[in-house]
Each structure stands twice: as structure tokens, then as C-alpha cells.
């Protein structure tokens, strides 16, 4: 680590003498940027070729690379600014994103949709219909913790059954939600910084085009591995007396609609309430804001009453554990943490990229947001276009953003999450589900491999019909 200190930078010194007057990001090398590409190869490799050792070690690799990171950093400018730089990533970032997501676990876990569905492609695709259309109204983790389970009880027959899981992370995890600011952070960060909330609804076109392009895609695959289900002679249990299909632990719908309400309070409330404008100091520039402890009570608060008041039952009927929430709790503080150098980089020299069309703000932002947290890499771009100077467009806080480049930012950070495991948090998660559910899911790049064959050619029809 002493030594990637002394080569990560020759100019390390010279740049803390300079002080304030030098934007940090300016002085970073790219060498920073190591520990995440590590994180991000542990993550993609170690479970192919270490499997039982990752899931019981994967913790040491975190904090390894962690430290690999904030070492060097803490060397080359102080272990002040390391601290400052850390507790505005855990505060900052990680503590409402994990209260978020355990929020929504716990309580969609508490719902369960029971009844006799036989996991055929028309069922299939109706299921995958009805999370993608929820996604943009109770977010994509509630959505995804909320349908994932019945899909793969109604396909439990079955043994091709991939296809299933990742169509469900491609539709209902990630682009299902982007039609307001509740369905991804991106967009919510979009209304934080002025853009009105239902002006998101501009993107159903592409949404409509996105699903009616994935869906038949989907029937395709999913048909011709249900044929082969059924020439193998795997046949659904056929009752005599079917159990109609019923919603139980309804009442938590209450709970997922206080969440969803936090999360719009902590937006509104900063802009009408001088006390919610005001945060608490936790260390040097580092600030939680009052609106941000509030929606983190309340999260809490329903999850809480949510677990305490179902029956147990329903979660067993769930097959309820907490290790996909525990796995994404693990895995992305690593990832939050290492990644602070590459934002660091982009929020200073992102608009040194050239990026002016809105072709360009879909592909970029894109693909930072399917490797970056993808609520600070619309944020960068977002900034960006502002910095264009433009005189018209949607009016926003410090200026306007013309309504294309603002569609581009905002499908591209909410679609292209869709790429990798680690875009967007239910990627994970729903993976994690599927396999506690003895669904065998492709690995990091194997998953990269169906992203790459069924999202991008839908991304260049999106890009040709809307953005060029």
C-alpha cells in the first residue's frame, strides 16, 4: 500500500502543499480508481473460483479493498480529509440508500401472492407486465421483493428457468422505474434539484418501446425453453381444487406506502420547511440533513411495525432469509467506498468529456451507471448539461436543461443499470432470492453476456428513435 501511495501520484505532496486553491479531483490520478476495479473483480470472479470461500469470507475482501483505497489516500492528503471523505460516503450515500433497500425487503417480504399460477410464457410475461408497471410507484426494490417470489413459485416446475430471472431484473429491477422519482434515486435526485415530479411521465414513449421490444423477446426465449421443459416431461402439478390467487399480509401495503412517502418528504420538505433546510453537523464539511433523519425513522419505523405484526408464516411461505439484504449491505459499502476517487474525477473533469448530444448523455451516462452508483453519475451529468448555458428547456435549480438531454440523463442512468449485477441494487438482491430458490444465475460476466445481447440492440433503437 506504500508503494501504490508513492506511484499513484508524483504529485501528491506538491498538490496538498497547494491546498484550497486546487480541486481535489483535479489532483487524483486514475490510480485511485485500483481498489474499485479490484472490488469489482472480486466480485465478478472470486464466486466462480472460490465460491464457498466468498460467501463465507467476502466480508475481508471488502475491508481489504477499502483499505487499499483509503490508505494510500489518507497518505497522500491527510487523514482529516480521509475521514471527512469517508463520513460523506457513509452519510451522504450509504445510509439512506441501505435503510431504503432493508425497508422495502423487509416489508415486501412480509406480502406474499399466493394462488395456482403455472409458470407458463403468457402468465410469465403478464407477471413481468404488472412488476414493471409497479416499479415506477414503489420503486424498483419495492417491486422487485414484491413479484420476484411469486415468479418463481409459479415456475417452480420448471428447469430452464435463467431467462426468467434475468428478463425480471432487466424489466422490473431497473427500467420499469422511470417514471418518477420514486421508481429509482436518480430520478429522485432530479426532483431534489428542481425538475418537477411527474415530469419523469415524458419518458413513457421509450418506456412502452423498451417493454414491448423486451417482452417479445422474452416470449421467444422463454417459449422455446418451455418446449424443451415439456418434451422432457416436466409437466405443473394439475389440482383438482385450485387455491385462487390472493394477496396475504395485504395490510403491509399500508407500510410500503409510508416509504414510499418518506422518501418524497425527504424531497419536499427541505424546499417548504426552513427546519427540514437544516442538517446536522457530524464533521468537517459532512452533514445529514433533518429531512434525511426523518425519512430514515420512518423507514425504520415501518419495517419495524411491518415484521412485528405479520405472521410469520407468510415469510416462511416467502422462503424469507435476510442474506440477499445482508449481501448487498456488505458488498456495496465496499463499492460505495472505493468508488470515492472516481467520482471525485468525474464531478471535476466530466465536462471536459465533450459531451453535448443527446445520443452522447444516454451512452455515458449509461454506462457509468452500470459500474458507478447511478444516482451521483446522473448528478455529474446533470451538472454538466446545466453548464452548457442553455437559455430554455425544463427549468431547474441554477438554470434550464433542454427536455432531451434531460430524457438521455434520465434513461440512461435508470435503463443501463440493467447491464451489470452491481448497477442497481435489486440486481442483486433478486439474484441472491433466485439462487436461495435453487436458481442457478449466470455469473458477473455471464450475466454481462445477456445484457450485452438483449439490452444494448434495444439501447441503439432507443438511441436511433429518440436521441439522434
Known sequence: MLLLAAAVNPAVSFAAEKGAEQELGNSLSLAYC?????MLLCIAICPLVIGELWE??????????????????????????????FLEVIFGDYITFIVLLFGLFCVAGNIAL?????????????????????????GTTGASMLMIRPIIRANKWRKRKVQIIVFFIFLVSNIGGCLTPVGDPPLLMGFMNGVDFFWSLHLIPILLLNIVLLLALFFVVDTNAYKKDIADGLKPEVLENKTPIRLSGAKNIIFLAMIVGAVILSGV???????????IHIYGEV????????????????????????DKGIREDNHFTWD?????????????????????????????????????????????????????????????????????????????????????????????????????????????????????????????????????????????????
Not at 399460477?117 to 415506477?136: H, Q
Not at 427541505?270 to 427540514?276: G, L
Request: hydrophobic share 55%; proline share 5%; with cysteine.
Open 114 to 138: 399466493e394462488g395456482d399460477l403455472v409458470g407458463t410464457p403468457k402468465v410469465n410475461i403478464l407477471m413481468l407486465l404488472i412488476g414493471t408497471l409497479l416499479s415506477s410507484w414503489i
Open 287 to 310: 452533514e445529514f440533513g433533518y429531512a434525511s433523519l426523518l425519512e430514515v425513522i420512518i423507514i425504520l419505523a415501518a419495517a419495524l411495525i411491518s415484521y412485528k405484526t405479520t
Open 269 to 279: 420538505l427541505p424546499q417548504i420547511s426552513p427546519f427540514f433546510a437544516k442538517n
Open 324 to 468: 440477499a439484504i445482508e449481501e448487498v449491505a456488505i458488498l456495496f459499502i465496499g463499492i460505495f467506498i472505493t468508488m470515492i476517487p472516481t467520482l471525485l474525477i468525474l464531478e471535476v473533469k466530466g465536462g471536459e468529456l465533450g459531451v453535448t448530444k443527446p445520443w452522447q448523455f444516454f451512452w455515458i451516462t449509461g454506462f457509468l451507471s452500470s459500474f458507478l452508483d447511478n444516482t451521483p453519475t446522473y448528478l455529474v451529468f446533470f451538472k454538466t448539461a446545466l453548464s452548457l448555458g442553455f437559455k430554455d428547456g425544463i427549468q431547474v435549480t441554477g438554470g434550464f436543461v433542454p427536455k432531451i438531454l434531460l430524457m438521455a440523463i434520465s434513461s440512461g442512468a435508470v435503463f443501463m443499470g440493467a447491464n451489470t449485477y452491481i448497477g442497481n441494487a435489486p440486481n442483486f438482491m433478486v439474484r441472491s432470492i433466485a439462487e436461495e430458490n435453487g436458481i442457478k444465475m449466470p455469473s458477473f460476466f455471464g450475466y454481462m453476456l445477456w445484457s450485452i445481447s438483449c439490452l444494448i440492440p434495444v439501447f441503439l433503437i432507443d438511441m436511433i428513435v429518440f436521441y439522434l
Open 56 to 85: 463465507k469470507y467476502k466480508a475481508v475482501a471488502v475491508i481489504f479493498w477499502s483499505l487499499a483505497f483509503l490508505i494510500p489516500f489518507a497518505i497522500g492528503y491527510g487523514g482529516s480529509k480521509t475521514f471527512e471523505e
Open 34 to 38: 485500483i481498489p474499485f476495479v479490484g
